[in-house]
T-cell receptor, first 119, second 110 residues
Framework: DTEVTQTPKHLVMGMTNKKSLKCEQH?????MYWYKQKAKKPPELMFV???????INESVPSRFSPECPNSSLLNLHLHALQPEDSALYLC??????????????????FGEGSRLTVL | DAKTTQPPSMDCAEGRAANLPCNHS???????VYWYRQIHSQGPQYIIH???NNETNEMASLIITEDRKSSTLILPHATLRDTAVYYC???????????FGSGTRLQVQP
């Protein structure tokens, strides 16, 4: 299984709503990532988790709250978002750079993304 | 991580080779060159990577110049399904998180 599964594929929410994006992988990867992509722009890194601990936060506003409950799951909790937060949110996973025992190419596997619209 | 420069767009005829250039003149010795592509409305997909030797896999070939300041991704027989944005990323071995530049939008023409 070489898939990263993201749900939901589409989400529409109001500025006062609380919602969550979910990401799941079963490749044994211990690094997981959230990226944000606006239309016609490249993906921008938001968060990195390594062995279920947050290792990189690219100065993301606190209305985005990541969570990594176990090695297979990554969530992004959304609260009090603004219309400008509308974007495609991409999850990715990879072997952590400290993982041993398997070929470690550094390749990131991306999901199809969750397209978020904030009204 | 070293900055990369790619042309914003390229066209290629179906069945012909597509050669996508990338400049990375500030690359350092422990940095790899990675290529990803993103087909419309999908997540980015890994293509190939290399350090200093040329590399080939089932998708593409990667040619890195001897001074490592530039590289070329070659899709030997482009198809319409290869229409995508292609990203060249330089990254050191200690870091996994990718920083995407603007990429090259490749349009394969029938």
């Amino acid at each position: 299984d070489t898939e990263v599964t993201q749900t939901p594929k589409h989400l529409v929410m109001g500025m006062t709503n609380k919602k969550s994006l979910k990401c799941e992988q079963h490749m044994g990867h211990r690094a997981m990532y959230w990226y944000k992509q606006k239309a016609k722009k490249p993906p921008e890194l938001m968060f990195v988790y390594s062995y279920e601990k947050l290792s990189i936060n690219e100065s993301v506003p606190s209305r985005f709250s990541p969570e990594c409950p176990n090695s297979s799951l990554l969530n992004l909790h959304l609260h009090a978002l603004q219309p400008e937060d509308s974007a495609l949110y991409l999850c990715a996973s990879s072997q952590d750079r400290f993982q041993r025992g398997v070929p470690n190419t550094g390749e990131l596997f991306f999901g199809e993304g969750s397209r978020l619209t904030v009204l | 991580d070293a900055k990369t420069t790619q042309p914003p767009s390229m066209d290629c005829a179906e069945g012909r080779a597509a050669n996508l250039p990338c400049n990375h003149s500030t690359i350092s010795g422990n940095e790899y060159v990675y290529w990803y592509r993103q087909i419309h409305s999908q997540g980015p997909q890994y293509i190939i990577h290399g350090l200093k030797n040329n590399e080939t896999n089932e998708m593409a070939s990667l040619i890195i110049t001897e001074d490592r300041k530039s590289s070329t991704l070659i899709l030997p027989h482009a198809t319409l399904r290869d229409t995508a944005v292609y990203y060249c990323i330089v990254i050191n071995t200690g870091r996994r998180a990718l920083t995407f530049g603007s990429g090259t939008r490749l349009q394969v023409q029938p």
